[in-house]
């Protein structure tokens, strides 16, 4: 494997996963979640380190990698699910780090566009909750469900 300052590439996918971890990471941060800008920063470059290896490496088969990838950041994402009371919580959190790890494959594969549009997008699903068009339908459905409940016989 080339040594990091002879490749460009791997700068790029190195910077661009680190940047893309702290942009989604920012967000998850500013709303006091969970897992925050240190943690999906860690995610997505862990994420493309393990897939340029798997790369690098001949005889190594990079789809059993990825796969390993998927599985680790699924353990992952369950230790940042609480349930307590009836409700469930982080469960966002974890199918964000999800995400941001397919991302960092992108990344490592050397798929830049998919991985910035796929950023853009899981941004657009975290801010969508604080539009206040989304606000008002959730709150209305949420109501409407309340009052479903109250209003059904018990069992």
């Known amino acids: 494997m ?8 791997l700068v790029l996918k190195l910077g661009l996963s680190v940047i893309i971890g ?3 990471g920012l967000e998850r941060e500013l709303d006091a979640m969970p897992a925050g800008f240190r943690t999906h920063m860690l995610v997505c470059l862990g994420a493309t380190l393990f897939t340029i ?4 490496y001949p005889g190594g088969d990079p789809t059993r990698i990825a796969s ?3 599985v680790g950041i699924g353990f992952l994402g369950a230790g940042a699910i609480f349930k307590a009371e009836g409700s469930t919580r982080g469960l966002t959190t974890a199918a964000d780090l999800w995400a941001l790890a397919a991302i960092g494959m992108a990344i490592g594969f050397g798929e830049y ?4 549009v796929a950023t853009i997008v899981v941004l657009l699903m975290l801010m969508l909750k604080k539009m206040p068009f989304f606000k008002n339908f959730v709150q209305k459905h949420h109501l409407f469900q309340k009052r479903i ?7």
């Open 22 to 24: 702290a942009l989604i």
């Open 2 to 9: 080339e040594t990091l300052l002879a490749n460009p590439d």
């Open 113 to 116: 566009v998919l991985a910035l």
């Open 149 to 155: 409940e109250k209003e059904a016989p018990p069992q």
């Open 53 to 56: 290896l798997s790369i690098a």
């Open 68 to 70: 390993q990838i998927v």
